[in-house]
């Protein structure tokens, strides 16, 4: 398992940006994939953005074009550069690792896009 934190939430007005970051705890070289995952109160957590150790990404369709994912296996961190955010953004962002490497969720971080 990896465990993580979540940090760069905040308040924001609709079209404005924000950029996630997730650190690991320890290295995420070899982890095959990571993602994120966004839960909205009342809700299932779902997966919005992933990430393989190649770098291949894919995204849920209500955020692909608009968010970014990234990771930097030499600093053990993961980004998720969100631009042009709507209201239906707001929501709690949560980062980890899939399959056999997942590890318990931590307690996100709060995206709130409103004017």
């Known amino acids: 398992q990896v465990q993580v934190v979540e940090s760069g939430g905040g308040l924001v007005q609709p079209g404005g940006s924000l950029r996630l970051a997730c650190a690991a705890s320890g290295s995420i070289a070899d982890i095959t994939t990571m993602g994120w995952y966004r839960q909205y109160p009342g809700k299932p957590r779902l997966s919005i953005a992933l990430?393989?150790?190649?770098?291949?990404?894919s995204y849920d369709g209500s955020v692909k074009g608009r968010f970014t994912i990234s990771r930097d296996n030499t600093k053990n961190l993961m980004y998720l550069q969100m631009n042009s955010l709507k209201p239906e953004d707001t929501a709690l962002y949560y980062c980890?690792?899939?399959?056999?490497?997942?590890?318990?969720w931590g307690q996100g971080t709060q995206v709130t896009v409103s004017s």
């Open positions: 980890n690792a899939g399959g056999a490497w997942r590890g318990s």
């Open positions: 990430i393989t150790k190649d770098d291949v990404t």
